[in-house]
């Protein structure tokens, strides 16, 4: 029986290709929190819960993965941006300076579920806003605006914590969770 990616992204899609999985995508289309009074872990959290469930609901005895990332800046959650203009305001407001970035993750089979959160810290280079425009071209939207393409990203300087956070889903907490499940089908 094979996973189900509760993600319409392409970079976790990736990451779990990458590291050998197979897998259905089915995109959740739920409704997130988007607060800006809510604590980063509890937000993505909750968000990750949602699209798990809605999606379990449809696929009762199959493993579910589902996964919510968002940033914190001063104070305030960013999940993806409305348009580029948006995302590249937001990079030019945390130029040369540190954001932490969260992931929420869900692994749920029927009644069960197994929760995550990881987080990152991230410090961005101290670009102007026409540096990060010419930077900034994917036609996907990514929470805070950026993603990360390798490990010399012309947007970020320095990464505490997970760099496949960053790209999309912490591998070194997901991997372990699916080989375990996965195996004992």
């Given at each position: ?13 990736e ?35 949602r ?39 937001l ?18 089979r ?6 995550r ?25 990514f ?8 490990k ?14 960053v ?19």
């Amino acid at each position: 029986m094979r996973l189900i990616l509760a993600s319409a992204s392409s970079a976790r899609r990736e990451l779990l290709r990458s590291a050998g999985f197979d897998f259905d995508v089915v995109a959740a289309r739920v409704r997130e929190l988007r607060g800006r009074c809510r604590p980063l872990c509890g937000t993505v959290l909750e968000n990750a819960r949602r699209k798990a469930a809605a999606v379990a609901r449809r696929h009762r005895g199959r493993w579910v993965l589902a996964a919510d990332t968002m940033i914190e800046f001063e104070g305030r959650l960013y999940g993806k941006p409305s348009g580029r203009g948006d995302g590249i305001g937001l990079l030019a407001r945390m130029a040369g300076k540190t954001h932490t970035l969260a992931t929420g993750i869900v692994l749920c089979r029927d009644r069960r579920a197994i929760e995550r959160v990881v987080e990152s810290r991230v410090t961005l280079r101290p670009l102007g806003r026409r540096e990060i425009a010419r930077i900034v071209r994917t036609p996907e939207r990514f929470a805070g605006g950026y993603a990360v393409v390798g490990k010399d990203d012309p947007l970020v300087e320095r990464i505490e914590g997970s760099f496949t956070n960053v790209v999309g889903l912490p591998m070194e907490v997901v991997a372990p969770l699916l080989e375990k499940r996965l195996r004992t089908q």
